[in-house]
């Protein structure tokens, strides 16, 4: 109840009733409305690896309701010295009402969602699944094009290691997008995942050629390709700084087309795209804030008014 | 299909295992974690024809009747296994193997990253089963999608 560890614990209209919610606290978002709904509760932001938007953003948005925040990470605590992860989340269900947690091991959300009371939101497991930034990629593709429904979405590069289009594309197709998965050869979409896209019934394409998409595309979605999920840096280097995206790849693309990222970047998306009309990253990573407002509402059970004032 | 059954000794108390696809025998005794040291009689027919598949294996384990956790381990690799509980040579009872829609502490992931592989974590080992035909066999946790060969493997 309240967990939220893959896109399947929301139905579409959960999902799209969670966007009209975001949308609404936007004015909470950026301070300029107050609305201390969760005053009084806790949230523990469980961090067993790096994270620098999710969170701050899951801080921002608990401080600017006014909630309070518990920052764990991995490092000076018990963990070092080898508590498992069970006991550690034992604990947090005694210290928090709620708790965001990050895991460099896949399945470890779903895992602390089994062992204890209080919801679980799954801040990146892995390779897995990252649905809270999906909800905020969902929510900055519907802001800029009025809809998710019938878009063309390219999603390009490390689609293998990359838990943020693994949750996303499932999303996409739930809202029958065509979905287009540029990636070299070695960084494929997990055949699981894409069977899963193809019994949705969505047109999927698998490609390595990036430029010839540009055109079609209502949304190209770049990702890093990330070298700390890499076995072998060999593996990586033949692969590294292969899709690169800068403001002259987008003379013909369509007026409304937006680019987006996860975000850190490398060097895929060139700083001479920043300035064009294009580019949403940086209001994305804005995004995860009201985004991760409603969704922390959710899980603790607190509706939010029909009007925000 | 008598004949078949007879090739072996027919036994007094104790479940037989039929239609395990040929070839399986072995690895059924080892998911039923029988220690060949320290067990009761095993006997072993392999590869004999039959109507059901093409070719098959049958077990027939003395003084030792099967239950339903046991049962549940063999649908990984022998579906279509008919078993019978014998008592005092006659078939007190016949059980089917059916493939639930989770396999529960069977086998373990073998995904490397998998939190399941993390040390001491004090977690069942949960599969879910994805489809029946063809088999698709996925991990709970990590959602990794399992080579059933491997998976045979892993069991716990």
Do not use: W
């Not at chain 1, 064009?276 to 939010?304: D, E, W």
């Not at chain 2, 690895?27 to 060949?36: A, E, F, N, T």
């Not at chain 2, 006659?90 to 059916?98: N, T």
């Amino acid at each position: 109840m309240g967990d939220l560890v893959t896109m399947d614990d929301l139905s579409n209209d959960e999902i799209t009733k969670i966007l009209d919610e975001a949308e609404r606290l936007v004015p909470v978002a950026e301070g300029t409305v107050s609305l201390p709904l969760l005053k009084g509760k806790v949230l523990a932001n469980m961090f067993f690896e790096n994270s620098t938007r999710t969170r701050m953003s899951f801080e921002t948005a608990m401080k600017r309701m006014g909630g309070e925040v518990l920052n764990f990470s991995s490092v000076g605590t018990s963990v070092s010295k080898g508590e498992t992860l069970y006991d550690t989340m034992q604990m947090i269900d005694g210290y928090a009402d709620v708790a965001a947690i990050r895991h460099p091991r896949q399945g470890a959300a779903q895992y602390s969602a089994d062992s204890v009371t209080i919801p679980i939101l799954n801040a990146g497991d892995g390779s897995g699944n990252h649905p809270t930034q999906t909800m905020l990629d969902l929510f900055t593709i519907r802001q800029a094009h009025k809809k998710i429904e019938d878009l063309r979405v390219v999603l390009v590069g490390d689609l293998r290691y990359g838990r943020t289009v693994h949750s996303l594309s499932q999303a996409l197709t739930r809202f029958g997008v065509s979905l287009v998965l540029v990636s070299p050869p070695s960084l494929r979409m997990p055949s699981e995942i894409v069977t899963d896209l193809k019994n949705s019934g969505c047109e999927i394409l698998e490609t390595e050629n990036f430029k010839e998409q540009l055109e079609s595309a209502d949304v190209i979605y770049m990702t890093r390709i990330q070298k700390e999920r890499f076995p072998d840096e060999d593996e990586y280097a033949k692969v590294a700084g292969i899709y690169k995206l800068t403001s002259s790849d987008l003379t013909n693309v369509k007026e409304k087309m937006i680019v987006l990222h996860p975000l850190p970047r490398v060097d895929e998306i060139d700083a001479s795209v920043d300035k064009t009309k294009h580019s949403r990253y940086f209001q994305q990573a804005f995004n995860g804030v009201p985004t991760r407002m409603a969704l922390l509402c959710r899980s603790l059970g607190i509706i939010i008014p029909e009007k925000v004032k | 299909m008598m004949s078949e059954m007879r090739r072996v000794t027919a036994i007094r108390n104790g479940t037989v295992i039929d239609h395990i696809p040929a070839g399986h025998a072995l690895q059924v005794i080892r998911m039923l974690r029988i220690d060949m040291k320290r067990s009761t009689p095993v006997s072993l027919v392999m590869n004999v024809p039959s109507d059901k598949i093409s070719r098959k294996d049958v077990l027939k384990i003395e003084d030792r009747e099967l239950n339903q956790e046991e049962l549940d381990r063999l649908a990984l690799i022998a579906p279509a296994a008919s078993i019978a509980i014998i008592r005092n040579h006659v078939v007190s009872g016949k059980l089917k193997v059916e493939l639930s829609g989770e396999l529960y502490n069977i086998a373990s992931c073998s995904f490397s990253n998998c939190i399941t592989k993390g040390a001491r974590e004090p977690l069942p080992q949960r599969m879910k089963v994805v489809n029946d035909e063809p088999l698709e066999i996925r991990c709970y946790y990590c959602g990794k999608r399992q080579n059933i060969e491997e998976l045979i493997n892993n069991i716990i």
